[in-house]
T-cell receptor, first 118, second 111 residues
Framework: GAVVSQHPSWVICKSGTSVKIECRSL??????MFWYRQFPKQSLMLMAT?????????EQGVEKDKFLINHASLTLSTLTVTSAHPEDSSFYIC??????????????FGPGTRLTVL | RKEVEQDPGPFNVPEGATVAFNCTYS??????FFWYRQDCRKEPKLLMS???SGNEDGRFTAQLNRASQYISLLIRDSKLSDSATYLC????????????FGAGTRLFVKA
């Protein structure tokens, strides 16, 4: 149980284009999902908290107009990197909490999306 | 000072060795604690939760010391497959749910 999927697993795009990443909880409902970014040899950095049916909460320094988050259902959150630039190249990972489990503070991670912007 | 600090390593140990990692956290309001492992270019996977009473899962033992604000992970009888980065994760409930990841400790187990 507690499986989270992400799509696509990798993407290469040209500078200036927008890229959408999907995060799905496959066997549980997730009122809250998280989006992280990880640069090589660094830890995960929380970008934003995605709340179903409401606006996402962004961490300091993360531009909400550049990283658009939509959490339209209890099993799907999307992150759109708008007007991507080479410095946005990174490993983007989502996670979800199973609100109905005995350990709602445990996060389950998607397999990640490796974004390369040329 | 970082909210969650770990020794980055790397720890290079032979198969069969016992290795221990420590992690310190700065916020006394921290409520729950976890160890995750992350393989190269993969997502983190939950290894185990850490409770005040400590817990053991096979070759892995996790301990929490709230007074000193540190968490430990002990791996006994290391296997080659234990080679990974081990992430210390701390959840806080201060004005909302917040998760802080340590930078990770790299472990290499060699034959």
């Amino acid at each position: 149980g507690a499986v989270v999927s992400q799509h696509p697993s990798w993407v290469i795009c040209k500078s200036g284009t927008s890229v959408k990443i999907e995060c799905r909880s496959l066997d549980f409902q997730a009122t809250t999902m998280f989006w992280y970014r990880q640069f090589p040899k660094q830890s995960l950095m929380l970008m934003a908290t995605s709340n179903e049916g409401s606006k996402a909460t962004y961490e300091q320094g993360v531009e909400k107009d550049k990283f658009l988050i939509n959490h339209a259902s209890l099993t799907l959150s999307t992150l759109t990197v708008t007007s991507a630039h080479p410095e946005d190249s990174s490993f983007y990972i989502c996670s979800a909490r199973d609100s109905n489990s005995g350990r709602p503070d445990t996060q389950y991670f998607g397999p990640g999306t490796r974004l390369t912007v040329l | 000072r970082k909210e969650v600090e770990q020794d980055p390593g790397p720890f290079n140990v032979p198969e069969g060795a016992t290795v221990a990692f420590n992690c310190t956290y700065s916020n006394s309001a921290s409520q729950s604690f976890f160890w995750y492992r992350q393989d190269c270019r993969k997502e983190p996977k939950l290894l185990m939760s850490v409770y005040s009473s400590g817990n053991e899962d096979g070759r892995f033992t996790a301990q929490l010391n709230r007074a000193s604000q540190y968490i430990s992970l002990l791996i006994r009888d290391s296997k080659l497959s234990d080679s990974a980065t081990y992430l210390c994760v701390v959840n806080m409930a201060t004005g909302g749910f917040k998760t802080i990841f340590g930078a990770g400790t790299r472990l290499f187990v060699k034959a």
